[in-house]
């Protein structure tokens, strides 16, 4: 019972929750690190105990008296006694300076593997950790901000493996080294060895409470003000030419500059707090000397007072950088305690997310072999979360193979939440939707490329129209051929060619160096680069001038039969041929049919269609 509580209050302990995150195998090869480091405590205590035999060998050598009965004991065990003191002294010295350089070597040596050792994990939490974030829905992706997930899967998760447990590691070190040190003392002179154990446990403590809470709260600003700063730069960039024209630019700056100097002041005051502890214990250590020779001399015989202050000295020079590192140790896990929460929260509410199984991909699929582009949703209804209308309301409908179906509705009708259920990207609440017999997600990942999807704001990634057009895949199946067939439907090959390095040419952070309708039109040419049988729309050419429209809609046209498109469009012009037109209002479907037969069920749409000429 007492086990059970001791295990289930050790879980939730921050340390607790941080090992949670390594395997079994991973937490006992920690663990075996830890007990290594405990056995090199007890060189310490022999090289320290031999640096207290030099001692006392000194002074009975310099007093030509025989050393006391411990010594000598000693001095007959390793086989030392016949020789004359200056060659013991010599000998017993190099054996104490061997065992105290060895213990440090191998300490650092173990102490290195273990935090490398750290370090990969860290690397492969944070890949599974983004695995499973990409493995959710999209509600569940933008219940975090951009940037707080950002942090979560990156200086988080090192804050977890480095800041956290390896500190647990390193500082597990130099807790065995105090508790040998401790317990060598006692052995030599008790009274010595509980005074100094008293002295530097009151200056530990003092320590710790003067600084822990501090350092957890900083290490909590810290996180949020790196969150809250970077997120206003990307606000600001993301919309810079909106705050030039309403003259926000120097507000960001001010708004950013107060948070970075904040961050720094946070900064600051962590990397200062190891130095506080490092400056009392170095005067702790003198003041302890002094205190004690006096003692010593005032209360024993020369010989002996020399010999137990050479054992504090020695001993002093290995716990007083034991207990600064300690003290220090608990401090970065304190400041990393609030930097890891972020990380610590996202993997416990993820594990339960199975992440997803990359397939070999040897070459681009664009054949689809056994695919069916229909689709049937059944009874479809879909609520936003904080929300109490339905964004989509008991929609049916069957979209036969090689269709063209069209949504069209006024603003805030449903239409993209629909084509968001069709997809899996949202799950309905109510009702079902297949795509060649399968659920979305299964769909898609049975048939790889078979469907594709054309956003109204094509997300552009930094790198050439080539990289952009195979955004996902390997650069391998970027093809010269392939990226010029998909440029030519989406009618922006020419355009590229006029570019210094054509397909090469970088397009700039965001998309920056090309317009909206080219922005669009790149967006086209991705989704058409796997061949897809089907193909969804989301306005996807609202940014295009008439001509191009014109082109980009009579490429699409040419589609039909062997692709099933699905498309959302405001200009009805372009969906006047479509095969199936569903009419959208409040999220309800009130007509379905061709282009003339919803005109003459919804008076609204058939007053739009007269006022375009239609």
Same mark, same amino acid.
Do not use: C
């Given at each position: ?397 069957? @979209? =036969?193979? %090689?269709?063209?179906? $069209? &949504? ?7 239409? !993209?939440?629909? #084509?968001?259920? /069709? ?45 952009? @057009? =195979?955004? %996902?895949?390997?650069? $391998? &199946? ?7 067939? !998909?440029?030519? #439907?989406?009618? /922006? ?46 306005? =996807?050419?609202?940014?295009?001038? $008439? ?68």
């Amino acid at each position: 019972m007492v086990k059970r509580a001791f295990n289930a209050k050790y879980r939730n302990t921050i340390i607790g929750r941080a090992a949670r995150l390594l395997s079994k195998s991973d937490r006992r090869k920690v663990f075996i690190v830890i007990v290594i480091q405990v056995f090199l405590g007890a060189l310490d205590l022999l090289g320290v105990a031999l640096i207290g035999i030099v001692g006392a060998l000194a002074v009975s050598g310099v007093q030509s008296r025989v050393p006391g009965d411990r010594v000598s004991s000693v001095l007959n065990f390793v086989g030392l006694s016949s020789f004359d003191f200056q060659t013991q002294t010599a000998l017993l010295g190099l054996a104490a300076g061997v065992i105290l350089v060895g213990r440090t070597v191998l300490s650092v040596f173990f102490t290195r593997k273990a935090l490398f050792f750290l370090g990969r994990r860290g690397a492969a939490i944070s890949a599974d950790l983004t695995s499973r974030v990409l493995s959710q829905s999209l509600l569940a992706v933008q219940e975090r901000t951009s940037q707080e997930t950002l942090y979560a899967l990156t200086s988080g998760v090192s804050s977890v493996t480095l800041g956290l447990l390896g500190t647990v590691v390193t500082m597990a070190s130099d807790a065995s080294l105090l508790a040998v040190m401790a317990v060598g003392l006692v052995v030599v002179d008790p009274t010595v060895a509980l005074s100094s154990f008293i002295f530097f446990a009151l200056i530990g403590f003092l320590l710790q409470r003067l600084l822990s809470g501090k350092a957890q709260r900083l290490g909590m600003e810290q996180s949020e003000l790196s969150i809250m700063s970077n997120e206003k730069i990307v606000e600001v960039l993301s919309s810079y030419r909106e705050s030039l024209v309403r003259n926000r630019r120097a507000y960001y700056a001010k708004e950013i500059g107060e948070l970075r100097y904040k961050l720094a002041h946070a900064q600051a005051e962590i990397s200062f707090m190891p130095n506080v502890s490092k400056y009392v214990l170095e005067t702790s250590v003198v003041l302890g000397a002094l205190l004690l020779s006096a003692a010593q001399f005032l209360l024993q015989d020369a010989g002996h007072a020399v010999g137990t202050l050479a054992i504090f000295m020695a001993a002093g020079t290995r716990i007083a950088p034991a207990i600064l590192r300690v003290q220090q140790g608990m401090l970065a896990i304190r400041s990393s305690a609030g930097a890891s929460k972020v990380t610590l929260d996202l993997a416990e509410s993820l594990q339960h997310i199975e992440a997803p199984k990359l397939a070999k991909e040897d070459s681009l699929e664009t054949q689809h072999h056994g695919f069916n582009a229909t689709i049937t949703l059944s009874d479809a209804t879909f609520t936003y979360p904080g929300k109490e209308e339905p964004a989509v309301r008991d929609v049916s409908l069957e @979209i =036969a193979n %090689g269709a063209f179906v $069209a &949504f069209v509705g006024p603003s805030g009708a449903g239409k !993209t939440t629909i #084509v968001d259920i /069709l997809l899996g990207i949202l799950p309905p609440a109510q009702g079902s939707v297949k795509i060649s017999g399968l659920p979305p997600m299964e769909a898609i990942t049975t048939w790889p490329g078979a469907v594709a999807y054309v956003p109204q704001d094509v997300a552009i990634a930094s790198g050439t129209f080539r990289e952009n @057009i =195979a955004l %996902g895949f390997p650069r $391998a &199946f970027a093809t010269d051929e392939s990226i010029w067939e !998909t440029l030519r #439907v989406a009618h /922006l090959d020419d355009f590229v060619r006029e570019l210094e390095k054509g397909i090469d040419t970088e397009v700039g952070e965001r998309g920056a160096r090309v317009s909206g309708g080219q922005r669009q039109r790149l967006g086209i040419a991705r989704a058409l680069f796997t061949k897809p049988k089907l193909l969804v729309l989301d306005e =996807a050419t609202s940014a295009l001038d $008439a001509e191009t429209e014109a082109n980009v809609a009579a490429a699409i046209q040419a589609l039909r039969g062997s692709t099933t498109v699905v498309m959302i469009a405001h200009r009805l012009a372009t969906v006047r041929t479509a095969d199936l037109v569903v009419y959208l209002d409040q999220g309800r479907a009130l007509a379905m049919g061709t282009f003339d037969e919803v005109r003459a069920q919804v008076p609204d749409f058939d007053h739009q269609a007269r006022l375009l000429g239609l």
